[in-house]
């Protein structure tokens, strides 16, 4: 079975599923990478995530360079959610990458941003998740990452297609 197969059998099990705790669905991509789905809704059409994760053993121990290549890559392809992104920050002494919505977009005073951190940790580390942040108040609340179907299959499959 195709990775979309898999995914596509996992949402239907899901469907109708709604919880503030999230259900891990975990599934194997090609070359050995694996993908971590952290749902808190699925519907027939939809489905809200607090988190994906892929572990992609080539990756690991991989240079910055190799990592911003990736998220060059990724913001190049990835341009069918809510706002675009962009590299944020390398920090070439760990060797990970951040990567922002540009701009994030704005709802009642607050900022809303999708937030990529790329990782050469233990099995090459990718995560996404969405925040909010409200300007004067510290830190920032997780938003759930909402999608059809349809677009979380292709962002996966852009996901792993642009591994470096």
């Not at 900022?111 to 990718?126: A, D, K, T």
Request: charged residues 15%.
């Amino acid at each position: 079975m195709s990775l979309r197969d898999d995914l596509t059998r996992e949402l239907a099990t899901l469907n109708g599923h709604r919880s503030t705790a999230p259900v891990t669905v975990t599934l194997q991509g090609p070359q050995q990478v694996v993908i971590e789905l952290d749902f808190l809704a699925v519907d027939s059409m939809s489905c809200s995530l607090s988190e994906l994760r892929l572990q992609v053993p080539s990756l690991t121990g991989a240079d910055a360079a190799t990592l911003e290549q990736w998220a060059a890559a990724i913001c190049t392809r990835v341009t069918y959610l809510l706002e675009s992104m962009g590299p944020l920050e390398v920090d070439t002494t760990t060797s990970q990458v951040l990567v922002r919505s540009t701009p994030p977009d704005q709802q009642g005073g607050a900022s809303v941003f999708y937030e990529i951190l790329l990782q050469n940790l233990s099995s090459g580390n990718f995560s996404l998740c969405r925040y909010r942040a409200v300007p004067g108040q510290p830190g920032r609340q997780p938003v759930e990452l909402q999608m059809t179907h349809e677009v979380l299959q292709k962002l996966l499959a852009d996901l792993i297609d642009t591994i470096p």
